[in-house]
């Protein structure tokens, strides 16, 4: 396991204890979640770009039943 350190001003680590201690995890887990949550959208934004670029490209759209149909959901 690896351990970081972070430096912050004691009003932001009363705020993050005081958010941990309101959702019953530790700082440690509560910072782990926030960043790889903030990871996780900067991956859905990019992807939501590439597929903006590629409708660009070429503008097909399909309807909900046909999106079913084709994946088996119905």
């Known amino acids: ?6 430096e912050m001003s004691e009003e ?3 705020i993050f204890e005081d958010y941990a201690k309101h959702h019953n995890v530790s700082v440690s887990d509560a910072m782990k ?3 790889s949550e903030k990871i996780e959208d900067e ?3 990019a992807d939501l770009l590439e ?5 660009e490209k070429e503008p097909k759209t399909h309807s ?4 079913e149909k084709k994946m088996c959901y119905r």
């Open 1 to 6: 396991m690896v351990a970081a350190s972070i």
């Open 33 to 35: 979640s926030a960043l």
């Open 64 to 67: 909900l039943k046909k999106c």
């Open 43 to 45: 991956y859905d934004a």
């Open 12 to 14: 932001e680590a009363r």
């Open 51 to 55: 597929a903006v670029a590629h409708f």
